[in-house]
């Protein structure tokens, strides 16, 4: 019965942090179908005081929110433009929150508890089975078409026609740099669970597990979205800073062979498929595209690195620097008397996070959005001395993304905002020193 119900916490788990349209019920995402189910849960229990009225998180988060719409609102209707993208982030950002409740409540339903370590490890799960269910694509083409069957045309990462105009692999509706973004912040929260264990020593069966996903993620992630290479890099980097100022030698030893066992393995498998097989041929040279080049030519280049560096593009007018045009998304389809820069992507030709951000709502807006990223991110910190330090990586992969695609990471950070409301009052101290098992 257990097993059952940690089936259902993990599709939970899939519908919650790659949301998409069901084909046959196209009217709403699993994002939106979650988030209504968990608003009417908050509510149930609030008149059953079950659940407090008010949070200091939630209604600080709920706040800034606000605050980012209403200067959305300031620039659309300054600009006399039609463009609402943001002006709903306080609706969608309580969208999210309900969704992440829904799930917070039926991890702890399944497990009787609630805690980081839990929630990460069906995250972790869910990171690991989209690039699991990608590689099933890429031999077997029932899981595409029962892909297909399943997911509208209106998903959130468009699985259909634009991956393969771009030659892309995808899992299951996880695709371009929405996917590379949820795989790199997870990606650091492996390491960050690795080598910040309060464990003495792993237990062999979950070292594996942890280091065989990471190595998964970061490979056929790669593959999805070069993106996650910015979470691979964060969590190496935070191993190395483990490595050199841990006290724990027996941890540190357990783990780095794990790690080095799965590198090797990695790398071996890698060089086989590179050299027998056409498919994983043409998306491993994508996935490392600037090592191929470092070792090809003796430099550093990338495709999209260029594309990239042609993005950043810069307002012309103190007008737009202060409350942004307007625009978001690309205007010239939607709206008739728009007479600007041609450009079938994204307004400006950019795609770039603070830039398309800077274009929206100006330095204003950005300023405040990213304070309630900043916030949101503290608010996690402030729940664990021990996981402190990985909220703030969270935060830090968010804006160094942002520097490449306009997405933010506050779905990551909502779960885990329910934690303390969720807390039995005799068991607080299961934020602190976890007992999630693995």
């Not at 699991?132 to 468009?158: C, K, T, W």
């Not at 030709?349 to 949101?376: A, C, E, N, P, Q």
Request: glycine share 6%; hydrophobic share 55%; charged share 10%.
């Amino acid at each position: 019965m257990k097993s059952i119900g940690v089936l259902f916490a993990f599709i939970v788990a899939v519908l919650y942090f790659f949301p998409f349209v069901f084909y046959f019920f196209p009217i709403a995402n699993t994002k939106m179908i979650l988030g209504v189910m968990g608003l009417c849960a908050i509510g149930f229990n609030a008149s059953k005081s079950k659940l407090p009225v008010a949070n200091n998180a939630i209604v600080l988060t709920s706040v800034l929110a606000f605050v980012v719409s209403f200067c959305a609102l300031v620039s659309v209707v300054v600009n006399e433009k039609s463009d609402y993208t943001y002006v709903s982030y306080f609706i969608s950002m309580w969208v999210w929150l309900g969704a992440a409740y829904f799930l917070a409540i039926v991890i702890r339903f399944v497990h009787g508890e609630i805690s980081i370590p839990l929630v990460l490890n069906y995250l972790i799960a869910v990171c690991a089975f989209q690039c699991l269910y990608a590689v099933l694509i890429m031999h077997f083409p029932f899981f595409d078409n029962l892909q297909r069957s399943i997911v509208g045309s209106l998903g959130m990462a468009e699985v259909g026609a634009k991956t393969r105009a771009l030659e892309r692999i995808h899992g299951f509706s996880a695709a371009l740099d929405f996917s590379g973004t949820r795989f790199a912040v997870i990606e650091m929260c492996i390491c960050y669970m690795l080598y910040s264990s309060p464990y003495k020593r792993w237990h062999k069966t979950a070292l594996f597990l942890y280091a065989g996903c990471f190595m998964l993620i970061a490979v056929v992630g790669n593959m999805i979205a070069r993106t996650t290479s910015v979470g691979v890099l964060v969590g190496l980097a935070y191993c190395l800073y483990a490595l050199l100022f841990s006290k724990d030698n027996t941890q540190k030893k357990q783990v780095s062979l794990m790690f080095l066992f799965f590198g090797v393995l990695a790398i071996v498998l890698a060089v086989l498929l590179y050299n027998n097989n056409q498919t994983y041929h043409e998306n491993l040279r994508f996935a490392f595209e600037g090592f191929f080049s470092l070792w090809e030519n003796g430099e550093w280049n990338t495709n999209s690195n260029d594309i990239l560096v042609d993005m950043y593009r810069w307002p012309e007018t103190l007008h737009t620097w202060i409350i942004g045009d307007g625009y978001f998304n690309n205007p010239v389809r939607t709206d008739p008397y728009y007479i600007g820069y041609q450009w079938k992507g994204f307004y400006m030709g950019s795609d770039v996070g603070f830039v398309r951000f800077i274009f929206y709502f100006g330095l204003v807006g950005l300023l405040v959005f990213s304070i309630f990223m900043i916030t949101v991110g503290r608010l996690c910190m402030n729940l664990s001395r021990r996981f402190r330090l990985m909220f703030f990586l969270a935060i830090l992969i968010n804006f160094i993304v942002w520097f490449k695609v306009a997405t933010d990471l506050f779905l990551f950070f909502a779960p885990f905002l329910w934690i303390t409301m969720l807390m039995e009052k005799d068991a607080e101290y299961k934020i602190y020193i976890p007992v999630a098992k693995v």
